[in-house]
């Protein structure tokens, strides 16, 4: 593939697993960061042809990838600039959970190209903390995003789950508040969702925990909706939530189509045609070949025609800037736009609202049906 403008690496390391999380991870007391050093190194030597590779955005997500430590990430950086050049003003974003935080690492990774942390916050809730088993407390993220400040990041985002259990009585609105009160530039939502094979699946099964009803879910989605935009955040993609100016440009390349790259156990890549291609997940199989010389590649795609439409209407849906309509579709979602889901501009763009977003999956089905036939 030509060489894109965007590359994420993922760094798969966790201190241990939350009882939600699905994600390919490798948990580690110890990270063994030279290891996975001479990995990406080793992987950016096999896959991608040398030559003048510029980049506008560089995304470090995991796992937790604040977990190579400020040396590590420092580390990280310097190989990664052996082989790119980040264009003036590039997007670095680095994926921080609020136990790796301080005044000192944050000063090393900005020093070594940081610009944007991500913040796994969730909750400032410690029982709600306790239960999801992350490693931090409410005081901890609060000291973290001092600690960014401190040492000068501006552009700091902050995660938040909703749609908990009942039964932990967490106060959503109070979660929201204490996020506005540290004036973040950028915060991304994430519904619970109950995912296999993870400790909150056999909680479920066993008794233990049960979903919360529809209904909150929608409630807490659009109680975020309000407060957030009130509070002057643009609500710009079905889940984030933006200053603007602030709007994630690496993620916004994701759903404007846009080629990228990935490098790291499980990283997925786009050439923005049609190809798809992802790295086998688990870490140590992701070593294992690149110490033998071999591709971490565990499959790819090529994109049906159907897939493409598919692709193209759910993109379009999930962003504020909507999707251009063909001739007779504004009739066809006319009962949409009657229901307040969204609304079609001048010039023929479906821009859902929060409530279409609720429903995305489903209108976004229903169009691409009515593409393909
Ligand atoms: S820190 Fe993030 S990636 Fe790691 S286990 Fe928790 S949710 Fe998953």
């Known amino acids: 593939m030509n060489l894109p403008r965007h590359l994420y690496v993922h760094v798969p390391f966790c201190a241990r697993r939350c009882a939600y999380c699905d994600f390919s991870i490798a948990v580690r007391a110890n990270v063994p960061v ?106 901890a993220a609060l000291r973290a995003v001092d600690a960014v400040r401190a040492a000068g990041i501006d552009d700091l985002s902050l995660d938040l789950i909703f749609a908990l259990p009942e039964a932990l009585r967490r106060r959503w609105p109070h979660d929201l508040e204490r996020a506005l009160s540290l004036a973040p530039t950028h915060v991304s939502l994430y519904g619970l969702t109950v995912e296999p094979h993870t400790p909150l699946a056999r909680w479920r099964e066993r008794g233990e925990a049960e979903e919360p009803p529809e209904e909150r879910y929608e409630a807490e989605y659009l109680l975020a909706h309000r407060l957030l935009t009130a509070a002057g955040f643009d609500h710009y993609e079905v889940s984030n939530f933006g200053r603007p100016g602030r709007h994630a440009r690496h993620n916004s390349a994701y759903w404007t189509g846009a080629a990228y790259a990935g490098v790291g156990p499980s990283a997925h890549e786009f050439d923005g045609l049609a190809r798809r291609r992802w790295n086998v997940a688990p870490y140590a199989e992701w070593v294992r070949r690149l110490d033998q010389g071999r591709d971490p590649e565990a499959g790819q795609e090529e994109l049906s025609e159907e897939s493409r439409i598919a692709e193209q209407v759910y993109l379009g849906l999930r962003t504020s800037r909507g999707l251009q309509l063909a001739p007779g579709e504004a009739d066809r979602v006319r009962p949409w736009v009657e229901s307040g889901w969204g609304i079609v501009d001048a010039n023929g763009r479906l821009e859902l609202s929060a409530r279409g977003w609720l429903r995305l999956d489903s209108l976004a089905q229903h169009l691409t049906i009515l593409r393909s036939h």
């Open 34 to 139: 030279d290891e996975y050093l001479r990995g990406v190194r080793a992987e950016l030597a096999m896959r991608f042809a040398s030559g003048d590779w510029e980049l506008s955005t560089l995304y470090f997500g995991g796992g937790t990838p604040s977990r190579l430590g400020a040396d590590g990430v420092a580390r990280l950086m310097q190989l990664l600039r052996e082989r790119v050049r980040l264009e003036p003003g590039a997007e670095v974003t680095l994926e921080a959970n609020p136990e790796d935080v301080s005044v000192d690492a944050v000063r090393a990774w900005r020093e070594a190209g940081i610009t944007r942390v991500s913040l796994g916050v969730q909750s400032f809730d410690d029982a709600v903390l306790r239960w999801m088993h992350r490693v931090h407390d409410a005081d």
